[in-house]
Structure formats: C-alpha cells, structure tokens
C-alpha cells in the first residue's frame, strides 16, 4: 500500500515511497521555514524521537510532543529560518549543518542535526550537542 504524503500547500501528493531521504529532509526544512507547522508534522513518523547527541537526552518522543515544541517556536521565533551550509548524505541518513536564523536569545547559530528517514518520514533526529 502506497502513502500519500503532504505537497505543502502545492496541491502535490508526493509519492513517500520514491522519496529519498534527502527529500524528505528538504520538504521538512521547506515547511519549516515557512512555519506550517502540519506539513512539517507531516515529515515525521508518528513515533518520532528527537534528541541531543551523544549524550541521548530525548526532547521530544512522539508527534504531539513535536507538535507541542515547534508550535511554540513557531509562535515565538516568528523570524525563525534556517539555511543548509554543509550535507552530508547515505541512503536513509542525512546530516545538515545549518545556520539558523530568528531566534529569541538574538544571532543565528551554527548547529548539526542528523536525519534517520524509514518509508518516507522522518523517524530519528539527533541534535549535536
């Protein structure tokens, strides 16, 4: 059975099974900088965890959890952007650096955050500490 993921608002139904994990990571940065916060949720597994590297500390377990989180950054960070400098790409793993921008504490900041992608969705994310 074939999934049907979320065209942004494009009226594209994207086929998640010939996604790569690259694209997924991309449609998710696109909703991000845009701040839809449904079609960023869309980019991730129902079970999703979310967590700091190497130490393991879990932010966010779970699309409500992630819901809970970035719709608050979303509302506070109203400027929030951010920009891939360096990708670093496997088959189902991508690791960005990115520069973000808009953030509440005021400059934009360097960080890493690796991408583990399974059937189209985002499934793990690491942020490195």
Known sequence: MKQQGIGLGLGLGLDLETMTAQDVVDRQLQAYNAHDLEAFLACYSPTVMVALHPGGQILDEGLEALRLSYAKLFTECPHLHAHITRRITSENL?????????????????????????????????FVE
């Open 94 to 126: 991508i690791i960005d650096e990115e520069e973000v921008e808009g953030l509440v504490d005021g400059p934009s900041v360097r960080s890493i955050v690796m991408y583990e992608v399974a059937d189209g969705l985002i499934t793990r994310t690491w």
